[in-house]
């Protein structure tokens, strides 16, 4: 074993372990509660938590109005839905801000315990999960969100009814007033949505795609361990194809546009991972052979037996 490989010196015992363990777990939580209440922060009269929430619900105020609603509304129907809402927001961005903290604090607590080689091997990846992470979660909101958006609300005809509301002059009544006019038609269907259950679609797609983009740091983390191989990933090509076509079915609406999209991303990352994994496997290669443990064998199968009984000579 290789000087670079040797563990750091540790002779701590188990108690010392245990409590830098606590030691870090409760810098980690403090560094989430900060995150949290800086969510609460008031920008501009409106709390931080609540910007967030309309830049999250921009998909469906879009939606709402290509489809003819000159002012899409949303509604919550107990008085601590909104609150806890906006709590809700907090928790998934206060982490999100207090992640780098956290993830530090994990580091130092697992970086004695490996060898130097897997400390510049494992880093790497740290830093790639949440980039990828945030491209996934960018990819749902700004592309797979609003299509969802416009498959669901496309059922009802509400730009219609929106129609017959501007339509409709009601003279004790301020101007901008919006009724419902008399009508011996039938029912009227309109969207009248939840705050909550608005959101709760919106952070669906989001944490979906943010681990599906996990796929290439995963399989290659897996690959520099020995765990996977690139030929191994090819070989089972076919079912990764079927696994993420069923996945597309489950994680998006019954919308073969969508579902197209997350079929092809995904596979794309799939293949992206295979080729990453050729990369480590190359690498791995390359520095057994400088170090003298690559096998030859198959190589030497290869060469002229003639020309080895010479050399034999």
Known sequence: MSAQDE?????????????????????????LLIGICLCFVPIQGDFIAQHILEFLLVPIENSLRALGDPSPTLQYTSPQEYLFTLFRISMVFGFALSFPYIANQMWRFIAPGLYKSEKSAFLPFLIASPVMFLLGAGFAHFVVTPLAMNFFLGFAD??????????????????????????????????????????????????????????????????????????????????AMVGILVLAAVVTPPDVVTQLILFTVVYGLYEVSIFLVKRVEAKR????????YYDDEGDDEDEDPLMKDGDDR
Do not use: W
Request: hydrophobic share 50%; glycine share 8%; proline share 3%.
């Open 285 to 292: 290669e390359a520095r057994l052979r400088a170090e003298g």
């Open 158 to 239: 509400i730009s219609s009814i929106f129609a017959n509301f501007l339509g409709q002059a009601v003279t004790d009544l301020p101007a901008d007033a919006a009724v419902v006019p008399g009508s011996e038609d039938g029912i009227k269907i309109t969207f009248f949505g939840k705050v909550n259950e608005s959101l709760h679609i919106t952070l669906v797609f989001i944490m979906a795609f943010g681990l599906c983009f996990q796929l290439p740091v995963l399989l290659t983390l897996m690959g520099k361990a020995g765990l996977v191989s690139a030929e191994g990933l090819g070989n089972v090509r076919k079912y």
């Open 7 to 31: 563990i750091e010196d540790s002779s701590a015992p188990l108690i010392e372990h245990l409590a830098e363990l606590r030691t870090r777990l409760i810098r980690s939580v403090v560094a």
